[in-house]
């Protein structure tokens, strides 16, 4: 034993809060960063004077009101999609990150029990019937809820519950959705179908601004921050877990409601965005290791910025054209999660 | 299906396949033969006109009728609804799908396809199996009534064809006479709400807004159908906004504009609709959405002159 | 640690009835481990040491009767209040995600801890001392796949010893570990095991460690028609050619010699 390994190791809990004051400082200024950039971009000019007099007009630190186009358009359509992007981001990485635990599958994804399916089958069936927007969201959540309650009976049918009995369970149920909207998709009208396409690929220009949602967030944020070290635990086995106090049960059904809700109301929003949730919390994972008591809020966090840089990507690279966000997610995360990949020396991912 | 079933399909494809070799030793020259070439250029040969016509596409369907060739069209596809009696038709799939062995059992002596919509596989195959395949593509206005009388020629029908391009014609140069050198409207034809999608100039729509002396704002986008968001429509301030939606209805979202006054067109309420059959399908009936878009964008372009004349006065 | 209140029995199992596919382990059984005594459970492949030490952890439900730790039923009790109690050694582990030595050494501490609190100077300094002792304090901020199997063994124990429980139960402690660190942990944890009035019951393969290290054994014969099953008592009792051979179905020797008896298989 070294002295030298005694004192790096004695500041190992200073380290750790540090880390996370760092952490997530930062990447809740590159939020701020990405969220101001998203307000500043589009096909219209808006000037960083022209922004800066329209907080200080919202924030009433102003009587002084801006250009009345650029106005409207920051405040009516780029700050609600913004707001959009921010919260889907999150929601789906913080699924994806739980999700992961709970299956304890590193393939995980915030789709792979089938909420997504679910969701889309009800949204499909709306536009089919030629429903309004509103219906489209609503009959999504029903879709969502309606798969969560399925898989979950379905995968305690038996007695025998255990997290590969959910995923098996899960993924079939997802399989026969995807089979139903192949169907829908085959026998829908032609203006119908590109409506049903373009929910399925995920997209945020029909978003407003987030309200119960972003709420939801918050409370998910919260009660992981009580899930993080339990979830610590998990990492190293179920038995493992419950040799070291862990209401191991109770904690699994958790999950699973939190990280289904969760993906419910991204989907909901902004249909199925796709690579996030499984990207974000693996780039995450390599790069500052697994203790959820960090790695949930910068999870969080980056799946928001990365979304939102994402989505104002989307609507200006080749603007007026626009390009689904899911396309430039990929784009980015691909790439990220390989270079981290490489550099890490963490191993087993 | 039952062994006997098989039997039957099996003896039923020789039978047509033998057909076909038939029709092909036949030479073009041969007495009563009807020669024409399609939109891909190929040349087709017919021993004698068509009695037994598959469309498979609705515009098809539609430009057969208006040739007089109604009553040789056996089978139809999907959404083939215009006019009333071609929906009484049956139908050999949707045209993206189609049902091979149905067209087959048929016996058609013409298959009319779609370039852009039908699977080229799916044509090649009915090629292989020795039926007359004639392939449509309409990219411009003026193709639609030299279909008409190719349709007339192969249908027997040629004197009512050639009376419905005429008319086809004559109608689109009075259009374009009237309208199309008046002073421009800057004009967003909108397909669809979620996703916003607009036409580019590759577009036949986009021709039938130049005929009507409009200029598509998104002309010079590179996809035929691109998607756009609010924000550029806003920037393109069009004078006028039309719409067409998915049935015969004035779509509700069309009204979603009126949250922007800062674009023209909704200042002026110039938010104009015309039904999608009389504009997004390649057929005669394009005209009575040419001469709505015409009298809208009209409508537009004297509200226009009023209000430069009113700032004009008020200077 | 003071003798103030010390409670005579640790673990104790009253009218224990377990059973596993149909095959009855123990039936109606009674076992009380007293403080600073050692117990071993020898059997052979597949005899029940795992599941019946999994039902004496709370891992696992009994069939009939109940496990009682510090005269409390274990289903009485919060998985947090057994675990402070109460620290396991399982066989296996599972390292999908990655994590530290030291970060994962720390985790023994979790049923001490408030839910919100971080590990605290104090937590570390036990941290690194258990780490210590099994020599991985070197290793403390590599990644645990790094590690030998041998190296996971020792970080595992180590993971208990910061747990600091009263009743230790080992599945297999010996596995992965070469001879000397069989015989030096053992002697650590046994050491620090009744240091702290303890109590510790292993599974063991190797007949010469239990005759080492064990006060008293458990013999898992299989229960016949009578509900004659397991045996149990001081190791001179029961470490005889005889009992051995009907155990594990093969002939072994006991050889007196100066470092006492050494087992052998004949």
């Not at chain 1, 009208?189 to 918050?218: C, I, K, V």
């Not at chain 2, 020259?29 to 020669?35: H, L, P, V």
């Not at chain 2, 069209?73 to 045209?95: H, I, M, N, T, W």
């Not at chain 2, 049902?99 to 779609?114: A, F, K, N, T, Y």
Request: proline share 5%.
């Amino acid at each position: 034993m070294t002295t030298q390994s005694l004192e790096t190791s004695r500041s190992y809990s200073q380290q750790q809060k540090l880390k996370v004051f760092l952490l997530l400082g930062g990447l809740a200024l590159a939020c701020i960063a990405s969220l101001v950039l998203a307000l500043l971009t589009g096909s219209i000019k808006v000037t960083v004077g022209e922004l800066w007099q329209l907080i200080q007009f919202q924030l009433g630190l102003s009587d002084q009101p801006a250009n009345t186009l650029s106005a409207t358009v920051v405040t009516e359509l780029r700050l609600p999609r913004a707001l959009s992007a921010l919260v889907v981001g999150a929601e789906l990485a913080l699924a994806g990150c739980l999700m992961q635990v709970l299956l304890r599958n590193p393939l995980a994804d915030p789709y792979v029990l089938g909420v997504s399916g679910g969701a889309a089958v009800g949204a499909l069936l709306s536009i089919m019937a030629g429903l309004g927007s509103f219906w489209v969201s609503g009959s999504a959540f029903v879709g969502a809820l309606t798969n969560l309650l399925l898989v979950f009976g379905l995968s305690h049918a038996s007695g025998v519950w255990s997290p590969s009995r959910l995923l098996l369970t899960g993924v079939v149920t997802a399989a026969g959705w995807g089979a139903i909207i192949s169907f829908m998709l085959s026998i829908g009208e032609d203006n119908q179908l590109r409506g049903m396409l373009f929910w399925l690929m995920g997209d945020l220009s029909r978003a407003s601004l987030p309200g119960w949602h972003g709420l939801f967030l918050l409370m998910s944020l919260a009660l992981s921050a009580l899930l993080a070290r339990p979830l610590n635990m998990m990492l190293r086995g179920e038995l493992q877990a419950k040799a070291l106090g862990v209401a191991v049960y109770p904690l699994q059904i958790t999950l699973y409601l939190l990280a289904s809700v969760l993906t419910a109301s991204a989907v909901t929003q902004a249909g199925s965005v796709g690579f996030l949730g499984l990207v974000v919390p693996h780039i995450l994972r390599l790069s500052i290791g697994s203790d959820h008591r960090l790695l949930l809020p910068a999870t969080a966090l980056a799946g928001a910025c990365l979304l939102l840089l994402a989505d104002t990507l989307a609507r200006t690279l080749i603007a007026p054209q626009q390009l689904p966000v899911g396309v430039i997610t990929a784009f980015i995360g691909v790439p990220v999660f390989l270079w981290v990949l490489q550099k890490s020396n963490r191993g087993t991912v | 299906m039952n062994p006997s079933h098989r039997t039957i399909r099996t003896a039923l494809l020789t039978l047509v396949i033998a057909m076909g070799l038939q029709l092909s030793f036949q030479t073009p020259a041969e007495a009563g033969a009807i020669q024409v070439v399609d939109d891909q250029n190929q040349t087709l040969t017919l021993p004698q006109p068509a009695k037994r016509i598959i469309s498979l596409a609705p515009s098809v369907t539609e430009l057969l009728y208006s040739a007089g060739a109604g009553d040789k069209v056996v089978a139809v596809v999907q959404y083939s609804d215009f006019p009333e009696a071609a929906k009484a038709l049956p139908r050999v799939g949707g045209y993206t799908q189609l049902d091979i062995e149905r067209i087959l059992s048929l016996q058609p002596d013409l298959v009319i396809g779609w370039q852009s919509g039908n699977q080229p596989e799916a044509l090649d195959k009915l090629r292989q199996l020795g039926i007359p395949v004639y392939i449509t593509e309409t990219r411009f206005l003026e193709q639609i009534p030299d279909t008409l009388e190719r349709f007339g020629q192969m249908a027997d029908t040629f004197e009512t064809a050639a009376r419905a391009a005429n008319q086809f014609r004559s109608t689109l140069d009075q259009l374009k006479n009237q309208y199309q050198d008046k002073n421009t409207v800057k004009v967003f034809y909108q397909v669809w709400s979620q996703p916003l999608i607009t036409i580019n100039k590759q577009n036949l729509i986009n021709q039938v807004i130049e005929a009507c002396g409009g200029q598509n704002v998104f002309a010079e986008l590179n996809t035929i159908a691109p998607r756009i968001d609010v924000e550029a429509v806003l920037k393109a301030n069009p004078d006028a906004i039309v719409a067409s939606g998915m049935g015969v209805e004035r779509p509700e979202w069309l009204d979603e504009w009126l949250k922007w006054p800062s674009i023209n067109a909704v200042k002026n309420d110039q938010l104009h609709f015309i039904p999608p059959g009389h504009i997004q399908r390649q057929t005669v009936r394009v005209l009575l959405g040419a001469e709505r878009l015409c009298r809208q964008l009209d409508q537009t372009r004297t509200l226009m002159a009023d209000s430069v004349d009113q700032q004009g006065s008020a200077q | 640690m003071t003798q103030s209140i010390e409670p005579k029995t640790l673990l104790a199992c009253q009218d224990l009835t377990v059973s596993i596919g149909g095959k009855t382990l123990c039936q109606n059984w009674q076992l009380k481990l007293r403080p600073g005594e050692i117990w071993g459970i020898l059997g052979g492949n597949g005899a029940g040491k795992t599941t019946l030490l999994h039902t004496l952890a709370g891992l696992r439900e009994a069939d009939q009767g109940e496990v009682l730790l510090l005269d409390k039923p274990l289903q009485q009790l919060k998985n947090r209040q057994r675990a402070q109690q109460l620290g396991f050694l399982l066989q296996d582990d599972s390292t999908a995600f990655p994590a530290t030595v030291l970060e994962t050494a720390l985790q023994g501490r979790h049923p001490h801890m408030g839910l919100f609190s971080w590990e605290s100077a104090e937590d570390e300094t036990i941290a690194m001392a258990a780490l210590e002792q099994v020599g991985l304090s070197d290793y403390c901020q590599r990644n645990i796949d790094q590690l030998s199997g041998g190296e996971r063994q020792r970080l595992k124990i180590a993971t208990l010893m910061v747990q600091q429980p009263k009743v230790w139960l080992l599945d297999e402690p010996a596995n992965h570990l070469d001879l000397h660190h069989q015989v030096s942990l053992l002697e650590q944890l046994i050491g620090s095991v009744k240091d702290q009035s303890g109590t510790l019951l292993m599974s063991l393969h190797d007949l010469n460690l239990a005759q080492r290290f064990c006060d008293k054994l458990i013999l898992l014969f299989p229960t016949d028609e009578n509900g004659k099953g397991p045996e149990m008592g001081d190791k001179g009792e029961l470490l005889t050619e005889e009992k051995l051979q009907r155990l594990y179905q093969h002939p072994i020797r006991r050889l007196e010699t100066d470092a006492g008896p050494v087992f052998i298989p004949a």
